[in-house]
């Protein structure tokens, strides 16, 4: 039987190691952001709630609700400061018909995956249904995926999505998180891909 002491150092040693994790993601995050600030179209990261990342939580007791105690997967987009207008902290992205936004998407842990996983690339094609009322900017759209994401990921290498809310397209690229170490793997695993995706559609 395992002893209480031992019991307590593991459950240290694995908050630690979460906390570690997600503030190597953020950092992660901030150090793109800081990059494609610099690139011609002046990407900013989009805001829908604040400086945040965008997630599927819960604090509920029910079993199926646990699991989501941890954020697991969350993702975040960037778009070009023409694009969009900050006011109170808070980004407001029209859905336009030339709407296009960069988007990198995290999997920390899923039965999908072997080992943590950062997706990044372009969604375009974004198109909301007009008989839909509530979603009035992209950032509406944020929560949306992480409620329907093992449908609109299935395949990420050709997103083309629909349901009674949105079409959208598509196309990101894998990347092992863990492989992501420095500015120059950054720049040649993420930035320079799907800049060029952008860019591309």
């Known amino acids: 039987m395992t002893d209480k002491n031992e019991i307590i150092e593991q459950t240290n040693l694995a908050f630690d190691f979460i906390q570690k994790l997600y503030l190597e993601v953020s950092y992660l995050i901030k150090e793109i952001e800081g990059i494609l600030r610099e690139e011609e179209e002046k990407f900013i990261i989009g805001r829908p709630g604040g400086y945040s990342v965008n997630v599927r939580s819960s604090t509920g007791l029910e ?3 646990v699991s989501l105690w941890l954020f697991r997967k969350f993702g975040v987009f960037f778009v070009p400061d023409e694009k969009t207008e900050i006011q109170g902290g808070v980004t ?3 859905l336009d018909k030339d709407l296009k936004v960069l988007y990198l998407r995290f999997l920390l842990n899923d039965r999908s995956i072997e080992e943590p996983v950062a997706y990044s690339g372009v969604l375009h094609n974004i198109v909301k249904k007009p008989e839909v009322k509530g979603i009035k900017k992209f950032e509406h759209l944020m929560g ?4 329907n994401d ?14 009674a809310y949105i079409n959208i397209k598509g196309e990101l690229i894998k990347n092992n998180l863990f492989e992501i170490n420095d500015s120059e793997t950054i720049l ?8 060029a995706l952008y860019r591309r559609y």
């Open 144 to 147: 949306h995926f992480e409620y």
């Open 63 to 65: 079993s199926a609700s």
């Open 150 to 163: 093992v449908k609109i990921f299935k395949d990420v290498a050709k997103i083309d999505y629909e349901d």
């Open 188 to 195: 040649e695993k993420i930035i320079n891909p799907s800049l």
């Open 92 to 94: 407001t992205t029209k």
